[in-house]
């Protein structure tokens, strides 16, 4: 069955960084885009960015341009959520997504804290 499993979150303060990381299993990983997403309280869950299944990556230009990229492993069946110069507003929830003939499936979640 297709898992997700997101990991690498913490409490970090403002101007800090994290890498999170999402490990995949159950499907070709390889032929299928992997999106990042994060909810935090209080509110509705947003798309941050996506790695696409031939490489590169697209952010979530409002929120998170030049301070966030993603990046993906094919060998490791894992994609990764680098996060730089990270303010306040970024603390949330944040989830992998992947979308299989057409049903979504997630991840558990990885908190992350930003906080002096």
Known sequence: QVQLV???GGL???GGSLRLSCEASGFTFSNYAMSWYRQAPDKGREWVATAPRQGGYIVNTDSVKGRFTTSRDNAKNTVYLQMNSLKSEDT?????????????????????????
């Not at 992998?96 to 991840?107: A, E, Q």
């Not at 979640?109 to 906080?115: H, L, N």
């Open 6 to 8: 997101e990991s690498g």
């Open 12 to 14: 970090v303060q403002p």
């Open 92 to 116: 949330a929830v944040y989830y992998c997504k992947t979308v299989i003939n057409s049903r979504d499936f997630w991840g558990q979640g990885t908190q992350v804290t930003v906080s002096s």
